[in-house]
Each structure stands twice: as C-alpha cells, then as structure tokens.
C-alpha cells in the first residue's frame, strides 16, 4: 500500500504551500507516521483472523517512510530475498489476494529428491506434531528429513544410512518416516510416520501431499490501510502543521 501526497490528498497541496521551505518536511513526517499506523493496524488485523499467528508472519510487513523529496510512503510484505525462512509475501500473499500459497523449503527439498510430485503441496496429517502456532514442529520437521536423506539436519539426526548405529538411533526414538510419492493401497501419496509400542505400531500421516492450497483472501490489507489512512493523516498532519517551531512565538 502506498501513499502518495499528490496523489491521494491533493487537497493539502496549497496548505503545503503557506508553508514554504518546511511544507515538504510537515508532510513527510504526516506520511510517514500513517504508515507506522496502517502498519500497526494491520498487525492487530493478523491477530485477529489467524490462528495463533507467529511472530514472523505478524512482523512480515516493511514500511519505507517518507522524506522531504519523496513525498511517498509504502507499507507492504517483506519479500526477503536475502534473509533467511520463508519470504513473508509467499505466506500472506495468498492471504491478501487468494489463490495457491508458494512452496516451502521442506516441500522444495522433497521434490528435488523425487519423494514429492512438482508442483504439488504437503499439508499436516494426523502423525504431524504441532506447535502453539498451529504449525508443524521444526524439531519434527528435522527429523523426518534427516532420515529421508535430504538434509544434514542438527538436533534429531537419525538419518538412516543402513548402519547399525543409524538403526540403533531410530530404533531408540522409536519413529521411522517413509514416503508414498504416488499413494499404496488406499494410502493418499504423502509422508508417513510409523511409531512403535510395546504391543505393536501404528502408521499416520505425517504430511499429505496435494495438487493445490486453495486460499481465500481473508487478510483485508487494503481495507485497512485505506480506513487507517482515511482516519489518521489528517489528524498527524494538522498536529505537525501547528507545532510550535523553535523560537516561534
């Protein structure tokens, strides 16, 4: 979302005006903290109709403030292309506009190792763990990998190299993964988990592999920003356009 003086309050131009050489600098900090609102805003909004939302996905919005010649603010997802974890705009912009989610990292990696149709999606099964945030543990996640032999994981490692002290390490956590790239005998294609008991074992899915993620959009981004900047630009303007400046009297 963005906010441009020209653009979206043409009214103000003139007021800009009586003020000379501070105009630009009046209108600004006006953008610039109606953006830090709108973001705020939109924060509260996440809360609101997400499920416990985690704090990555509550903080994935940027905001790039105003300046004196540039009398525009923007507030929008982080795409993130050199950070680390999964760009924001890949998860909430789904979330804004509707349609199919982008891939994770994990699902990435199971389809370049052929366990995970192209272009398909994992959602958790009943054999997945979840954590406060309603997401699959990255403990869990880890560990399932390591022992699909698709990642050098840290933590639970237990990758299953056929050797009898990779078999003793899962034997003693007492799960095995497995996959079905293409679904067995009424089993959807998916990944699995087989826990072991003292009277038998038990097989769930851990993650079950679909064509799509269907989203509705259910993040009402615009909304916001638009009713936030609608009730609060003109109230941080005139308060910035009557401050006293120093040595006025």
């Known amino acids: 979302m963005r906010m441009n003086l020209r653009t979206d309050f043409p009214a ?27 973001q705020v805003a939109i924060k509260t909004e996440m809360r609101s109709v997400f499920d416990r939302p985690t704090p990555y996905a509550v903080n994935g919005t940027f905001l790039k403030p105003a300046t004196k010649t540039s009398l525009e603010a923007r507030v929008w997802v982080k795409d993130n292309p050199f950070g680390k974890g999964t760009p924001a705009d890949r998860f909430l912009g789904p979330q804004i506009f509707g349609g199919n ?31 406060a945030n309603g997401n699959v543990r990255r403990a869990q996640i880890t560990q399932m990998l390591s022992q699909l032999k698709v990642q050098r994981g840290a ?24 996959v079905l790239p293409n679904g067995n005998r009424g089993l959807p294609p998916g990944v699995y988990i087989k826990r072991r008991f003292a009277h038998g074992t038990a097989i769930k899915p851990m993650f079950v592999f679909v064509q799509q993620v269907q989203y509705k959009p259910r993040l009402r981004f615009h909304e916001i920003g638009q009713a936030t900047i609608e009730a609060k630009f003109t109230v941080h303007f005139n308060a910035e356009f009557n401050r006293p400046r120093p040595g006025s009297t």
């Open 101 to 131: 989610r982008g891939l994770k990292g994990m699902e990435r990696l199971l389809q370049a190792n052929g366990m995970m149709p192209q272009g398909w999606f994992a959602v958790p099964g009943d054999g997945a763990t979840l954590d």
């Open 155 to 178: 933590g639970h490692e237990s990758r299953a190299s056929g050797s009898a002290r990779s078999n003793r390490t899962i034997a003693r956590q007492g799960v095995t993964y497995f």
């Open 12 to 38: 103000v131009a003139a007021r800009i005006e009586e003020l000379g050489r501070r105009g630009p600098i009046v209108a600004a900090i006006a953008l610039t903290r109606t953006a830090k609102d709108v």
